[in-house]
């Protein structure tokens, strides 16, 4: 059981471009998530979804979009980078809205240069 | 605004003993959830403890345990015994629909 697996581990960007942060579960769970990690901060909510085809804007959504065409992926895309993004980014999912079972990946470290 | 404040950026603690780590939030619900979470250097995020608004009760985790003051709209973490392994960050987590995290105790652990 892979759990929430999150796509690349580091990357490193120059301003303007773009890149796309892949995560996939494997638990079947309708709840996915993204937060970013500043250093010394706790985390942000960008985007979360409740299910296929489902999305919505969390605290902090300016600058991504994302999908979710299946149950299992829940990719986060990153137009026109700026320093600003410069963040660790973490997926997470949950069979429900209690966040009694939250299961986050590894994280993706970005730089924005 | 739903906030949640860790006011104490750094903590320490010899194996052994007792630490406790400070969280408190601001909320017009009645209903909701907190969270203590554990961020070893890993990065994984790891659920150490949850507490439901309305138990009275405070949760217990084997050597974890909170002292949830509602009134008062705070819920500590006290970690009994700590371990060399229980080094980490911590972070305390309030909800309703989402998960909003306070900004994270690091915990060292000397032998």
């Known amino acids: 059981n892979a759990g929430v697996t999150q796509t690349p581990k580091f990357r490193i960007l120059k301003i303007g471009q773009s890149m796309t942060l892949q995560c996939a579960q494997d638990?079947?769970?309708?709840?996915m998530y993204w937060y970013r990690q500043d250093p010394g901060m706790g985390l942000k909510l960008i985007y979360y979804s409740v299910g296929a085809g489902i999305t919505d804007k969390g605290e902090v959504p300016n600058g991504y979009n994302v999908s979710r065409s299946t149950t299992e992926d829940f990719p986060l895309r990153l137009e026109l980078a700026a320093p600003s993004q410069t963040s660790v980014y973490f997926c997470?999912?949950?069979?429900?809205?209690?966040?009694?079972?939250?299961?986050f990946g590894s994280g993706t470290q970005l730089s924005v240069l | 605004a739903q906030t949640v404040t860790q006011s104490q950026p750094e903590m320490s603690v010899q194996e052994a003993e007792t630490v406790t780590l400070s969280c408190t939030y601001d909320?017009?619900?009645?209903?909701?959830?907190l969270f203590w979470y554990k961020q070893p250097p890993s990065r994984q995020m790891i659920l150490v403890i949850r507490q439901e608004a309305y138990k009275q009760q405070n949760a217990t985790e084997n050597r974890f345990s909170v002292n949830f003051q509602k009134a008062a709209k705070s819920f500590s973490l006290k970690i009994s015994d700590s371990q060399l392994g229980d080094a980490a960050m911590y972070f305390c987590a309030y909800n309703t629909d989402k998960l909003i995290f306070g900004t994270g105790t690091r915990l060292q652990v000397f032998p």
């Open positions: 638990m079947n769970h309708n709840y």
């Open positions: 997470a999912s949950s069979p429900d809205r209690s966040y009694e079972k939250l299961f």
């Open positions: 909320t017009s619900e009645s209903d909701y959830y």
